[in-house]
């Protein structure tokens, strides 16, 4: 949620902090903003998406080659120009971009304009700038230590670079909550909210830690604790390829990362899946293991489409390694007073590993001495970093604000993870599991033959397009698919949709169904199949308009629906690895028929780290 990037070295700033801009611009694009620092320090800043900032500039002449760039996720003031960042202080000699929330503003804001500062905007960020100003001149010290001393009354969570006139060639950074990554090239450094803007020109990087300030020149980054410590940063080595964050082609992220998935879950099995050797093997999992074999009961925490993964696995852990599971929305887990016992393992699953209710989670369930282990795509993050243990899902990049190849990358661990606890605990003979590792080594064919029927997708998603709500129903291992079916069309398309559990549609909804509702049932060969046959029924004797994703080959569906979407069979288990993908690419189809922004649905961010 809100994009920072900011550079200081040989080359223009400008073009530096636009690319990284709009590299950026899933993380929030409410309004974007720049600051360049050349004698004097000028804020740049327009309501809308980068590209308004940029035409806004054109004319600009902007030399300078250090300055600061902000993509906005408004949380407090409306979207526009003022509360557009960079904010400059109140003497206008600094500016600052800001990720997070400043929970205590107002007391600040209050006690600044006691003092007789005044405001332009409604944010919490020009606050703690004026603050930032206050300080420095109430103390007679450092900037850095102004900064310091200013964070240390500050309540809440913020990423923050500051640039000041008085210090040319010097961006000061600091992170509580909200993610930093410092890019460290030769005579140029660069930083950013996470490593997209920065990979172009180097792959050394350092992730800057909660209660750190940076102070960072072209040649020079010095790292001190909140409590004034120096410390050594580790400089790692990035692995991700320029390629990965561009859209190669596709006229959408979201469609490139559909199309991506045969590769990505390929990647999430990478080294850990060998059929013929019968291996499954989870790096992280190794010293943990025993507490998962042993564990009591199992908790998952997540959020959105995380937490719909998490459903999945709750049937994987309960079925294969028979650990009763919960999962749990990691928002309300954090606010209740959530009992974890002595032999409880919390899984915690993120795409980008920087979600603020899912990390807040973590947090309390460690303080109640659990074991955490992390399921995270973004490597670095900081879920990742609160987590006991953990393993990568190696989706790549997800760019497209609404999740999918992270969905199939999260519930390719889970499965693998659920299944080396019940081999470690003996709940699954041999057969059974060769059987799951050799359909785990077909997933990924299967996909792309998914894929290849996109063209009778798209023509789904034509008669469908101008409907006003839209039902998915499954069962078992399809339920959470439901869920997600639902999640995607309502939050690319805005038409209103509701996932359910089949059998549940008596209980209320079927109140809905009527010749305009479009149901997509989930149906395919499995345990429940002759139940969900009985709820299309149901659907049918009303009129509901009936589509199906179904397992290949199923004559009865055939005559029952008014439209298949036809995937092949796999183990039941997996089968959420297949049955999501043609609502995926539903959805898309319909979003971009309505005109909608699928890459940037309107009130979304990528990575929301704001409670
Ligand atoms: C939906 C979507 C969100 C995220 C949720 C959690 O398409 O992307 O619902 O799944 O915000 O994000 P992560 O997984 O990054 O913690």
């Known amino acids: ?4 990037v900011a550079y200081t070295g040989y080359r223009e700033a400008y073009p530096v902090l636009l690319k990284g801009l709009k590299r950026l611009e899933y993380r929030g694009y409410d309004s974007a903003g720049i600051a360049l620092l050349n004698g004097d320090l000028n804020v740049y800043k327009k309501k809308g998406k980068v590209s308004d900032l940029e035409s806004h500039l054109k004319e600009t002449q902007l030399h300078s080659t250090i300055g600061v760039g902000h993509t906005r996720w408004a949380t407090h003031g409306q979207p526009n120009d003022v509360n557009a960042h960079p904010h400059y202080s109140f003497n206008k000699r600094l500016a600052i971009i800001h ?9 600040l804001k209050q006690d600044l304009t006691n003092k007789g500062y005044q405001f332009l905007s409604e944010t919490d960020s020009e606050v703690l700038v004026h603050f930032i100003e206050d300080v420095q001149a109430n103390s007679n010290c450092s900037l850095e230590e102004a900064i310091r001393l200013a964070l240390h ?16 060639d010097t961006l000061f950074a600091a992170r509580k909550g909200s993610p930093l990554v410092i890019g460290v090239g030769k005579g140029e450094h660069f930083l950013a909210s996470d490593a997209t803007p920065i990979i172009e020109y180097t792959s050394d990087v350092i992730y800057l830690d909660d209660l750190e300030i940076a102070v960072i020149t072209k040649d020079k980054v010095s790292i001190k604790s909140l409590d004034d ?26 469609l490139k990362e559909i199309f991506e998935q045969p590769k990505s879950v390929k ?64 928002s309300e887990f954090r606010y209740r007073n959530p009992i974890i016992n002595e032999g409880d393992v919390v899984i915690a699953i993120s795409q980008s590993g920087e979600t603020a209710d899912t990390l807040a989670a973590i947090e309390l369930a460690k303080s109640k001495g659990a074991i955490i282990f992390g399921v995270c795509n973004v490597v ?44 470690a605990k003996g709940t699954i003979t041999e ?19 998914i894929l290849d029927k996109h063209a009778q997708i798209e023509y789904i998603a034509d008669i469908f397009k101008d409907a006003r709500n839209f039902l998915f129903l499954g069962r078992g291992y399809n339920f959470p698919v439901a869920l997600e079916g639902a999640l995607k069309l ?76 036809e995937i092949p069979h796999t183990h039941e288990a997996l089968v959420p690895l297949l049955s999501v993908i043609p609502l995926q690419i539903l959805s898309y189809h319909i979003a971009v028929m309505r005109g909608c922004n699928v890459d940037q649905p309107r009130n979304l961010a990528k990575s929301v780290t704001v409670e």
């Open 490 to 565: 309502k939050e690319i398309s805005y038409i209103h949709a509701e996932g359910y559990p089949a059998a549940e549609m008596k209980h209320g909804p079927i109140a809905l169904i009527d010749e305009e509702m479009p149901v997509v049932f989930i149906a395919t060969r499995d345990s429940s199949y002759e139940k969900i046959i009985s709820n299309i029924q149901e659907v049918r004797a009303r009129k509901g308009r009936v589509i199906v994703v179904a397992t290949e080959g199923d004559a009865l569906v055939e005559k029952m629906a008014e439209f298949v979407i």
């Open 99 to 107: 990720n997070g929330i400043i929970e205590n503003y107002n007391v």
């Open 431 to 449: 057969s059974q599991y060769q059987e799951l590792l050799v359909e785990f080594e077909n997933i990924p064919a299967k996909i792309q033959r």
């Open 380 to 423: 670095g993050s900081s879920i990742p970093r609160a987590t006991h243990a953990g393993a990568y899902t190696h989706a790549g990049p997800e760019i497209g604000v609404a999740s999918t190849k992270a969905f199939t990358a999260q519930v390719t661990v889970l499965s693998m993870m659920a299944i080396i606890v019940a081999r």
């Open 267 to 330: 990647d999430s099995m990478r080294g850990r899946v060998n059929a013929a050797k019968g291996h499954l093997l989870l790096g992280g999992l190794r010293d943990y293991l025993n507490k998962l074999v042993h564990a009591q009961r199992v908790v998952i925490l997540g959020c959105g489409t995380s937490w719909h993964a998490g459903l999945v696995a709750e049937y994987l852990f309960e079925e294969f390694a028979r650990i009763p599971v919960e999962v749990e929305y990691a």
């Open 153 to 168: 009354q500050v309540v809440g969570a913020y990423a923050i670079v500051v640039i000041s006139k008085d210090h040319p």
């Open 1 to 4: 949620m809100c994009g920072i």
């Open 229 to 254: 410590v120096l410390t050594t940063p580790y400089v790692h080595t990035l692995e991700m390829e320029l390629e990965a964050i561009e859209k190669n082609g596709f006229d959408h992220f979201m």
